[in-house]
Each structure stands twice: as structure tokens, then as C-alpha cells.
């Protein structure tokens, strides 16, 4: 079963910076196109970036010139560093795979806030 593990959210203020990471327990992580998606409360599971197995990417129009994503293959992660953080961007933020896998990971959360 590929489990995913998201880390690195906490609690900054508007135009801080953070970078999740996801580990993907998975012996073929190189195969897969990766995904971050969030969810702020109330609101649908919004796709972020996306990274390909390649590293090709496209982000939302929300998010473009703020986030990158990255991925470490030899480590089975991939990141989503965050740069002038909005209080729009408080949400649990999520990876997965496309297609999507479940059980989906616990998310880590994002709070920007003053």
C-alpha cells in the first residue's frame, strides 16, 4: 500500500515562507507524476502544482511566481516550497499521485495569519 506522510506546515505570518515536504512510501516513486493539492475549510481540494515524473511542471494561477515544486527521487519526496504566503493560503495541503491513490495522507496544515 503507498502511503504518503506530509510535513513542514505550522503557523507565518503573511509573506513568510515554508516548504512541505511528502514522503511517498513507494519502490516506483520515480514513475509517478506528483501532485500537491489543498483544501481550505468549507472549499473543495484545490490542485496546487504539479511535478512530473520527468520534473516538468505547472502550477495554478494563484500560486504561480510564489511556489515551486521539487522532487528528490532517490529520496521518494517531493517538496513544495512557499514563498509570500497570503492568508489565502491557509489550507491542509496534500500530495499524491496521478492517477490519484488512496487512502489519501493526514495533509500538514498551513496557517498564515498575523
Known amino acids: 500500500q503507498v502511503q504518503f506522510v506530509e510535513s513542514g506546515g505550522g503557523l507565518v505570518q503573511p509573506g513568510g515562507s515554508l516548504t512541505l515536504s511528502c514522503a511517498v512510501s513507494t519502490r516506483i516513486f520515480s514513475l509517478y507524476r506528483m501532485d500537491w493539492y489543498r483544501q481550505a475549510p468549507g472549499q473543495q481540494r484545490e490542485l496546487v502544482p504539479i511535478i512530473t515524473e520527468t520534473g516538468g511542471t505547472n502550477y495554478a494561477d494563484s500560486v504561480k511566481g510564489r511556489f515551486t515544486v521539487s522532487r528528490d527521487n532517490a529520496r521518494n519526496t517531493v517538496y513544495l516550497q512557499m514563498n509570500n504566503l497570503t492568508p489565502e493560503d491557509t489550507a491542509v495541503y496534500y500530495c499524491?499521485?496521478?492517477?490519484?491513490?488512496?487512502?489519501w495522507g493526514q495533509g500538514t496544515q498551513v496557517t498564515v495569519s498575523s
Open positions: 499524491n499521485a496521478r492517477p490519484v491513490i488512496t487512502p
